[in-house]
């Protein structure tokens, strides 16, 4: 992460956009003009990167296939530590987890430092690029977010999970409709909770919390991400039980790492030492450590 690179390219994109407000100011027909001449810059970037695929170095492979993000040595990475066992606050107040073990081998592979920086879900995707330089975060690959990013390679394949009261009859689709479902706010469980006909979507910034809802009998049921849901079934083993998604209509995820947009040399570097940290067994190793106990 080099800060002061970073901010010189946002004082000089809004430089460009003042300048483009002021030659789009005559009227309709000056910023369609504007618009027009943006979809070409965009089109002329594809072109290139495109071109710096097949035969050309791209920019970001120039100075020898170092990202900018990196070129300090340092890698920083966000991640939301309330997603059991995918990160969590360890016993010594620092965050852990499988995703925390599995970027800190990408950095070792990659010969940089990983810093990980700690913050609500919700704002993991803006702040790529600017507060840190990827994240991971148990984070489903969708078309939406990928709009504001990159991902990685996926490396874990995931699905939506019912958490409901031992007790509860919830048992397909059709039961949900006008319950009171507890999510984490951002979330792809959030996402599906909205779409609920006559439900109530009770946006929660920790998992966890929704879950204590739950057991207090403030919610019909919480929406999360399988392994976590386990993870609180077990917790809870008395008083909650977690139904399989896939009963309920939904789809399969894929979970991947969230990078700028556009930095192909950073993208190379961390599918690379995901690559090896596969073929060497670490990847199973932390699987066995974390998720398959
Ligand atoms: N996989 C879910 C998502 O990407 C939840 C991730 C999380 O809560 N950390 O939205």
């Known amino acids: 992460m080099k800060k002061k690179i970073m901010s010189t390219i946002l004082a000089a994109a809004m430089t460009g956009a003042l300048l483009m407000g002021c030659s789009g100011s005559t009227g309709a027909s000056g910023s369609a003009a504007g618009e027009a001449a943006a979809g070409e810059e965009a089109a002329a970037a594809e072109n290139a990167e495109s071109a710096g695929d097949s035969t050309e170095a791209s920019e970001g492979d120039a100075a020898g296939g170092v990202s900018e993000a990196v070129a300090d040595g340092e890698l920083t990475v966000g991640t939301n530590a309330e997603f059991p066992p995918f990160e969590f606050v360890g016993d010594d107040g620092e965050p852990d987890g499988f995703d925390v073990a599995l970027i800190k081998a990408i950095g070792e592979k990659m010969g940089v430092t990983v810093t990980i920086e700690n913050m609500e879900f919700d704002s993991l995707v803006a702040s790529i690029g600017s507060k840190v330089d990827v994240s991971i975060a148990g984070m489903t690959v ?119 947009k556009g930095d192909t040399a950073l993208a190379d570097a961390i599918n690379g030492a995901l690559k090896e940290i596969k073929d060497d067994g670490t990847f199973d190793k932390l699987v066995n450590q974390y998720i398959e106990q």
Do not use: C, H, W
């Not at 009859?169 to 706010?185: C, E, F, P, R």
């Open 142 to 260: 969708t078309d939406e977010r990928k709009q504001s990013v990159d991902f990685s390679d996926p490396y874990y394949d995931a699905v939506q999970y019912v958490l409901v009261p031992s007790d509860s009859a919830i048992a397909s689709a059709d039961d949900l409709v006008g319950k009171t479902i507890g999510t984490q706010l951002g979330t792809t469980g959030d996402f599906i909770a909205e779409e609920i006909e006559n439900a109530t979507d009770q946006q929660y910034n920790k998992a966890v919390d929704a879950v204590n809802d739950l057991v207090n009998g403030r919610l019909d049921l919480v929406i999360i991400d399988k392994n976590p849901a386990l993870v609180f079934q077990e917790k809870f083993a008395d008083k909650l039980k977690a139904l399989d998604g896939a009963d309920f209509g939904f789809e399969p995820e894929q979970y991947a790492i969230a990078m700028p």
